[in-house]
């Protein structure tokens, strides 16, 4: 049986090495940081001394991997999963308007929801509803070089329907400004939203914090099953030889008892290890986008949804945690260097236009957290760049959301790549 050596304790790297674990084959994890989970983990609150996530993540039914692999590693009660897709949008005049599918026949109950959605005149539903049907017939690779806004407008799209829906969902999957992201990309998640069934459509719920749901069982589950996570293990180097991989050095030791390397690293990471000119022109094409959360904790909650998408608003997502809340702002580039007083004082004001339930003297505490370098933008150089890209080495194998070309940096294209990775490893075994 093969011995596999994965770097970086991430979404992508823990999944690997999770699927590798389950079937058996000896693995050995190194993380640089003293923790888990690499962009998606949680802490304690200094000042509350609450378990909050670093960045919220919205998870959905068609997340086919990351429910495996939560199967996988026994986290399965950690989640709750919607009977229903059921989304409360909130606009600037604090309406309620529901995209709500509340029935299982598929896929009339998706018609239904659309049709309903009160947040768009009659005529602007069905002309939601035309484009969600062209999906079918609509090829992601025809639309590369198409940004998601042009696309939209092509189709008909108007300012009101981008603002009510299309540009909360974009914003959402992509965590890009729809004026940057290719098209091929949000036809893509589109389609394996919508058109995958009713489970796919069905949001995803945590009711523990990230740690407790990937990070603490997957660690638990590797080493459970001749499994090895070494942390505080920074690789400094890769050394090669004819097409193999020979050794990793990290900054106190050399490893070379393996028969697979897999890179879960980010780009930026891999690509200072080996001087791949490979990795350099991808790298060049690669541009990153921030996220940013507030958590806030309430005198009084009053809010009575588990999490409210807001048109038309620098605060795109609330979610609700009963002893806090959590805002979340995607593609946040002009918060990145704003001050956290300017910042709460500016969304507190928002808050309290869009609902009644909120003031600004209800604010006990608050943290807020800037991911700067959250996810990469999905543009077409980005795509073109990675579509083709293959590595002349054997043993040595990629994984991480940047792998996936036609997908969105989120977790489950990174646990889907670490599971792709090991799948490749389990072949080799057979």
């Given at each position: 049986m093969s011995r596999v050596l994965i770097l970086g304790g991430g979404l992508a790297g823990l999944s690997c090495a999770a699927f590798l674990a389950d079937a058996g084959i000896n693995t050995k994890l190194l993380e640089a940081s003293p923790k888990l989970g690499g962009r998606a983990y949680s802490f304690q609150d200094s000042?509350?001394?609450?378990?909050?996530?670093n960045g919220q993540h919205i998870m959905m039914g068609c997340y086919d991997s990351t429910l495996e692999l939560i199967e996988t590693i026994g986290a399965s009660d950690k989640i709750d999963i919607q009977e229903y897709l059921r989304v409360v949008f909130i606009d600037r005049k604090g309406v309620e308007h529901k995209l709500e599918a509340s029935s299982s026949f598929y896929p009339l109950n998706l018609s239904k929801a659309i049709l309903r959605y009160s947040a768009l005149s009659i005529k602007k539903r069905f002309r939601v509803l035309d484009l969600f049907l062209d999906l079918v017939c609509i090829e992601a690779d025809d639309l590369i070089d198409t940004k998601v806004l042009q696309w939209l407008k092509n189709e008909h799209q108007d300012d009101a329907a981008i603002s009510a829906l299309w540009e909360i969902l974009a914003i959402g999957t992509l965590n890009s400004d729809i004026k940057k992201a290719s098209a091929a990309v949000f036809v893509n998640i589109l389609k394996k939203i919508f058109f995958a069934g009713n489970e796919a459509t069905k949001i995803i719920i945590p009711n523990v914090g990230l740690s407790e749901l990937f990070n603490v069982p997957a660690s638990k589950f590797i080493e459970q099953n001749n499994g090895q996570i070494l942390l505080s293990k920074r690789v400094t180097g890769i050394e090669m030889e004819e097409n193999s991989i020979k050794r990793v050095n990290t900054t106190n030791e050399t490893y070379n008892d393996f028969d697979f390397v897999v890179s879960a690293l980010p780009l930026y990471s891999v690509e200072k290890l080996a001087g791949f000119p490979e990795f350099e022109e991808i790298a060049k094409e690669m541009s990153y986008s921030p996220i940013l959360s507030v958590h806030i904790w309430l005198k009084e909650n009053n809010f009575n949804e588990r999490f409210y998408g807001i048109i038309d608003s620098p605060v795109h997502w609330l979610f609700n945690h009963d002893k806090y809340i959590t805002i979340v702002t995607?593609?946040?580039?002009?918060?990145?260097?704003?001050?956290?007083?300017?910042?709460?004082?500016?969304?507190?004001?928002?808050?309290?236009?869009?609902?009644?339930v909120f003031s600004r003297d209800l604010i006990l505490s608050y943290k807020i957290i800037r991911e700067k370098r959250a996810t990469f933008i999905p543009t077409a150089e980005s795509i073109k760049a990675r579509q083709n890209f293959r590595l002349k080495f054997e043993n040595f194998l990629l994984c991480g959301d940047w792998t996936e070309a036609f997908l969105p940096a989120t977790i489950e294209t990174a646990v889907l790549s670490g599971k792709k990775a090991a799948e490749y490893i389990l072949e080799q075994n057979l």
């Open positions: 000042k509350t001394g609450d378990t909050i996530d995607s593609a946040a580039d002009k918060f990145v260097t704003t001050p956290d007083e300017e910042i709460i004082e500016s969304f507190s004001r928002e808050l309290s236009n869009v609902f009644p």
